[in-house]
């Protein structure tokens, strides 16, 4: 009955900012890598930001910088601060924890999705 509580998308104009959070289960928060993706209709799903538990993080190429991801281990969330936000950037964000299994098969775990609409 894992559950990945998120939230904080919505309308914005361009060049501004909104706030993710994902609240996941500390027993997976601790031994998952988590994450953001995103999808826009008819694209494909890419990866926006991604922290390990060790504390090393990558990025989308499309970042250039503006968003940010970080984890708060008190409370077993982790941000998505995203300024300079732009029309492209407009899709469902879904946050994410995975693991890589010995087998090498992936596991993974999902947010419900939140709209993130950045127009004008």
């Known amino acids: 009955q894992v559950q990945l509580v998120e939230s904080g998308g919505g309308l914005v104009q361009p060049g501004g900012s909104l706030r993710l959070s994902c609240a996941a289960p500390g027993s997976i928060f601790r031994l998952y890598a988590m994450g953001w993706y995103r999808q826009a209709p008819g694209k494909q799903r890419e990866l926006v930001a991604q922290s390990r538990n060790g504390g090393s993080t990558n990025y989308g190429d499309f970042v250039k910088g503006r968003f940010t991801i970080s984890r708060d281990n008190a409370k077993n969330t982790v941000y998505l601060q995203m300024n300079s936000l732009k029309p492209e950037d407009t899709a469902v964000y879904y946050c994410?924890?995975?693991?890589?299994?010995?087998?090498?098969?992936?596991?993974?775990?999902w947010g419900q999705g939140t709209q993130v609409t950045v127009s004008s």
């Open positions: 994410n924890a995975h693991r890589i299994l010995v087998s090498l098969s992936r596991d993974d775990y």
